[in-house]
């Protein structure tokens, strides 16, 4: 899953192969469901992914578009893998991306008090700061949907949420 702000613009998705293979292996990328609405709330066209031989990740993209004049409930858009070739498709399968709307900034730092509340339990952090030392700041990390306490490594981990396996 991953939650992100509705200014997030784009949203990338690694698909992960279990494996590298000495051949090319590809997969659809498809939009299962969602309560947004495609071309007024996000843009999503079907995905064909292709690794090339000995390479295990590729990247799926959905684009945000940022509506902040409407009053709106947080908006979710649902992956699906559809059509492999040359392997199956592996668990998870599936991926949510929940768009935060609208969201409160009451110490207007930038940062939506939801997400300083969800990861930092007070609303003390600033946007400059960058608690795990991976050297991206939490406006850079909201803004993509990355977890500000996990470092790289964790952060790249949370995206791998799609799999192809043989």
């Known amino acids: 899953m991953t939650t992100v702000p509705e200014s997030a613009e784009t949203v990338n ?11 090319t292996v590809s997969v659809n990328v498809g939009l299962l469901n969602a309560s947004a609405t495609d071309g007024e709330d996000f843009k999503f066209k079907p995905q064909t992914l292709t690794f090339a031989s ?5 990247t799926a993209s959905v684009t945000i ?13 649902y992956l699906a893998l559809e059509n492999p070739r040359g392997a199956n498709i592996g668990s ?4 949510k991306i929940t768009v935060k709307e609208n969201a409160e900034d009451s110490d207007k730092d930038g940062l939506p008090d939801w ?18 030392n991976d050297g991206v700041s939490n406006i850079i990390e909201y803004k993509q949907g990355r977890h500000p ?8 981990k949370d995206q791998l949420e799609l799999r192809v396996n043989y």
């Open 54 to 58: 000995g390479t295990t990740v590729a």
């Open 149 to 156: 306490n996990a470092g790289a490594k964790k952060d790249a």
């Open 13 to 23: 998705i690694m698909v992960i192969l279990s494996k590298p293979e000495g051949k």
């Open 92 to 95: 998870p399968s599936t991926h």
């Open 65 to 77: 578009i940022n509506d902040d004049n409407l009053e709106e409930p947080d908006e979710e858009i």
């Open 115 to 132: 997400w300083e509340m969800k990861f930092f339990g007070s609303l003390d952090q600033k946007p400059e700061y960058d608690p795990d």
